[in-house]
């Protein structure tokens, strides 16, 4: 295996001979092992319990095991939540006092030193053996701390264009009942799929789309890396060597977890290096005296919109609460979200401190203040709101609190609304720390609050695949507000002013506003916004939202939209106006706004496809399912930058490549000045990127190019074997499906540019060509999903079906129609790969029906191919050859004839004879010409013993390898070595073939 030299090999010598772990093979191991069933090492854990808790008796001990052991369930995710929660903090057991007639005592278990790291035991096994419900797995990599396996690393062919997603598949594939081993994953903390060119790390149940790269070096540099090693490092040794550094791992256990439930399903996350980074550096400023007093320690913490600030947020106040530097500060924590603050104090509770409290208002904030230190309070920018509308500016005041250990993190610092805040808790705080987060960092946020402590921005989130890029598509130019655009109209409405009247209340809002607030502007936009969703966005579930310039003028965007998509529009705005009824009424129409948001996450568009706004909902919900923003109002600096990022969350699942503002007010003409507020370079070019235009058109082109070049030039379409002989070597094959993807996105950009359609023929063919290679090749790109809904609408519309030729099914070996299918193909090169591919996907279905059987046609197809590729073998007579290895393939019961065994009977029998294949003094003379007897003897053994679901009784199992080995040892005289390899091998076919 390729993977073992060029992957595991070097894994597993960084992390013994660069981090210091202690190594083992799974062979070894099972001498220490109950079962092979239980993943973990109990003795080892005992041992270390003891060591992390002096004193601790062997009861305790294993009571303490007892109750982890206990915590695990049958729905595995809600097992590795239970479990983290019991790891990362510690389980409460009763000790016998210590002198007589005393009553118990109870006392608390750790699993972990977290603060002196070599008290531990850190182990990695190669090829760790953990038996399923139905069959054993065999993992690469399994590291064990103290006992407990904490990590699996899957390692991968580096010449397999598809390692990557076929590592992950495969984790996937073990935590699964029927095809795994679960068991494994209950302790889990994270996942690695790798080679030396990639590597990304998942947690329980993550998906191919959340595995991600990890991309800092800490507490390496690639200097000191490159040193250990004595060679320069692959991206899998970067990512090993930090996320597996000791000290870096058990902190990552216990401080960069989350759990959350959305839509009533359990997530587990885990920091991104951009958040775990942002958080040392924050804890390390904040503790570090030689700064100053706590007051002169805060700063700015920069991370682009969509890039995971509350979660960061979270973990810094997590490791603040932990700081023994700190000495149990005080936290306050503001956010414009209150489904963080509920997942804090989940967190924190988790983690064993007391619960945040939530202040429910500033005043009920000022009087929590007079206690804040070692407390955690909460609160939301909306109370503030809430209260200033309500009492007015000037009655909002806090009470001064003189204590100087307090800290106070800010999320979205730069907006307006806190600059009262902030001054506010600055009176009621003054020897406080302050520290800002924010997505668009401005001049008046940095002099507020201080230097950067860290910056991820928006074009290195994209570039991470963190967010998505922001297409921007003008609209101004294809809409005549009456025929004019709006300085004609300012004109005209003001005609009786002087001119320097005119330009006077030209630049007052409220005029601008109330010309765009006009019934019949509102009425052509609505159409446009509705017709531009249908055309964009409604076939492929995509949602949006309309962004107004006031609260008049989202509920006449709500009623026209409403109109032209009913049923399918809300409106969210904040208290209107006390005399303006017929806005309250639209308000209570709509005043359940949580469900209306939860719809609007989940449901599918034909329930709710488009959200209206004014001011409120702008910002505040993260909804990866809205990809356009329809944008209607004067936005500038920061507002701008926020607003749009509205778009930019991932959604892997539909495909969603970048999100589109479409503005109808021309605010993008105040991007560069946004960007100069930033106090850093950016170009607006990476920020918003023009949807529609030359730049778009000229990419598309240079796509169509590039994929046009993966082929000879000339090729016909009337026959597809050419094409797909092209793309025959993996590498080639990689290449094209990376540069369809890029095509088939570039159109996607530009549409609906009338000059995309021309390239949909083309499309359509390579789309087929795709699929044809699918099934030729008989794998499935996992990274690539098909187009589109309104892509293949358009498809349909504008290509002529006879352009494109039938597509042929997959090819079955063992189907009827196999010859006829083969023989549709015209040149023997088509044959032979179509043959090639068709008998190594059979042998991958089908090897753990019979191992012995397809291990020994793998190797003989091996053998065939790498005569072909050596030129010593033509494509007709590559052809033949393989055609003798379907026809065996085919021919398995003439096999079982000629054996003397029924078809059923032929597994078994293939695994006794190549055990008794190998000399073996003692083996008796006539035990070969029994094996057909000794099969079935065996086999009618285990079936008479086979009751349901005994697969999972070990004590069946039990009975069942004793009748096996007294089978073998006493009726057939076959020695102990020969015996046990030969004992898990039948055992692991009757899991297959006697299943009750």
């Known amino acids: 295996m390729p993977e073992r030299p060029d992957s595991q090999t070097p894994a597993l010598a960084l992390l013994r001979d660069v981090l210091g772990y202690s190594a083992t093979t799974g062979a070894e191991l099972t001498k220490e092992r109950g079962t092979l069933s239980d993943p973990w090492l109990e003795s080892r854990l005992l041992a270390a319990l003891k060591r992390v808790n002096p004193g601790l008796s062997d009861g305790s001990a294993r009571q303490a095991i007892l109750t982890l052991r206990q915590a695990a369930g049958p729905d595995l995710l809600e097992s590795n939540e239970r479990l983290h929660v019991l790891l990362s903090r510690w389980v409460s057991v009763e000790e016998s006092a210590s002198l007589p007639g005393q009553p118990p005592m109870r006392r608390s278990v750790r699993f972990f030193d977290f603060e002196t790291v070599s008290n531990n035991e850190f182990l990695v096994t190669e090829e760790f053996v953990v038996k399923g419900p139905q069959r054993e797995r065999r993992f690469d990599l399994v590291i064990h701390v103290n006992g407990l396996p904490l990590v699996v690393i899957e390692c991968k062919d580096p010449a397999d264009p598809h390692a990557i997603e076929k590592g992950v598949g495969d984790l996937l594939a073990y935590q699964r009942a029927e095809t795994g081993a679960p068991r494994l994953f209950e302790t889990i903390h994270f996942c690695l799929a790798l080679n030396r060119h990639d590597a990304r790390y998942g947690t329980v149940a993550t998906e191919l789309r959340h595995f991600a790269r990890w991309k800092s070096l800490r507490p390496f540099t690639e200097e000191s890396l490159t040193a250990a090693l004595g060679r320069t490092p692959t991206p899998q040794d970067e990512t090993l060597a930090s996320l597996c550094e000791p000290a870096q791992l058990l902190d990552f256990l216990r401080g960069f977890v989350a759990f959350e439930r959305r839509g009533g399903r359990l997530v587990k996350k885990l920091a991104r290096y951009q958040q775990w980074e942002a958080v040392i550096d924050a804890a390390e400023r904040v503790s570090d005296r030689g700064r100053g007093p706590l007051k002169q320690r805060g700063g700015v913490i920069w991370h682009t919109q969509g890039s995971g600030k509350s979660l960061t947020m979270l973990w810094l106040a997590l490791r603040l609460r932990r700081s023994p530097e700190l000495e149990n500060p005080g936290l306050v924590i503001v956010t414009d979200r209150s489904d963080l603050d509920r997942q804090i104090a989940t967190t924190f509770r988790n983690c064993g401190f007391e619960n945040p409290v939530t202040a429910a208002s500033v005043r009920h904030l000022g009087q929590l203040l007079d206690n804040a230190e070692g407390q955690t309070l909460l609160t939301t920018i909306q109370k503030f709101e809430e209260d200033l509308t309500r009492e007015g500016l000037h009655r909002i005041k806090v009470p001064m609190h003189r204590g100087g250990n307090v800290i106070v993190l800010i999320d979205e610092a730069h907006r307006t609304e806190y600059g009262v805040f902030n001054a506010r808790l600055r009176e009621a705080l003054p020897d406080a720390c302050f520290i800002a987060f924010t997505g668009t960092p401005i001049a008046k946020t940095l002099a507020k ?101 006031s609260q008049k003028a989202a509920a006449r965007y709500y009623e026209a939209l409403d109109r032209l998509l009913p049923g399918r529009v809300a409106l969210l705005i904040s208290d209107p106006p006390k005399g303006d009824a017929a806005l309250w009424e639209l308000k209570r129409k709509f005043s359940n706004e949580s469900a209306i948001i939860e719809q609007f996450l989940n449901d599918p568009p034909d329930r709710l496809a488009l959200i209206v706004v004014a001011d409120k909902y702008l910002t505040g919900f993260d909804a990866p399912i809205e990809r356009v923003l329809y944008l209607d109002k004067p936005l500038q600096e920061h507002n701008l930058l926020q607003a749009i990022a509205r778009v930019n969350r991932p959604l892997p699942e539909l495909d969603k490549e970048w999100g589109l503002v479409v503005d109808y007010w021309g605010v993008s003409g105040f991007l560069d000045q946004a960007l100069e507020g930033l106090h850093e370079d950016v170009d607006p070019g990476e920020i918003l990127v023009e949807r529609l235009g030359e730049e778009a058109y000229a990419r598309l082109r240079a796509c169509h190019h590039d994929l046009a070049d993966c082929f000879p030039k000339g090729l016909s379409r009337k026959v597809i074997e050419p094409w797909l002989e092209a793309i025959e070597v993996d590498d080639r094959r990689a290449i094209f499906l990376a540069r369809y993807r890029d095509f088939y996105h570039s159109i996607e950009q530009l549409l609906p540019d009338p000059r995309a359609l021309d390239f949909l023929p083309d499309l359509a063919w390579y789309r087929r060509v795709r699929k044809e290679a699918e099934n030729a090749f008989q794998e499935r790109d996992l ?214």
């Open 449 to 549: 609050f201080g230097s950067y402590i860290h910056r991820y921005t928006m074009p290195v989130s994209v570039q991470d695949g963190a967010t998505v890029p922001i297409l921007y598509e003008n609209r101004l130019p294809d809409l005549a507000v009456w025929g004019k655009r709006l300085d004609p109209i300012f004109d005209a409405e003001l005609a009786h002013l002087t001119e320097e009247q005119r330009e006077l209340v030209k630049k007052k809002e409220a005029t601008m506003r109330r010309i765009a607030e006009a019934e019949d502007r509102i009425e052509m936009i609505a159409h446009d916004i509705a017709k531009h969703y249908r055309e964009n966005f409604m076939a492929d579930g995509f949602k949006g939202q309309v962004a107004a310039c």
């Open 783 to 996: 990274s690539i999903p098909d187009c589109s809904a309104r892509i293949r609408q358009l498809i349909d519309r504008h290509v002529r079906g006879e352009e494109i030729i039938p597509l042929l099914k997959p090819i079955d070996i063992l189907g009827d129609d196999f010859s006829v299918e083969i023989e549709k193909l015209r040149s023997p090169r088509a044959k032979a790969m179509r043959m090639e591919h068709a008998i190594r996907h059979t042998i991958s279905v089908k090897l753990h029906e019979d191992p012995v059987f397809f291990e020994s046609l793998s190797e003989r197809l091996a053998r065939i191919i790498g005569e072909r590729k050596a030129s010593r073998l033509d494509d007709i007579a590559e052809f033949r050859l393989l055609g003798e290895l379907a026809r065996e393939m085919r021919q398995r019961d003439q096999e079982a004839q000629r054996q003397g065994v029924k078809t059923e009977e032929l597994p078994f029998f293939h695994a006794i004879q190549k055990a008794l294949e190998k000399p073996t003094d003692g083996v008796a003379e006539d035990t070969e010409s029994d094996l057909p007897k000794l099969t079935r003897e065996i086999l009618a053994d285990l079936q008479e013993l086979a009751v349901i679901d005994w697969e999972t009784k070990e004590e069946v199992m039990r009975g069942m390898r004793r009748a096996i080995k007294r089978r073998l040892r006493l009726d057939y005289t076959i020695p102990a070595d020969a015996i046990e390899p030969l004992v898990v091998s039948l055992m692991e076919l009757a899991k297959v073939h006697l299943r009750r």
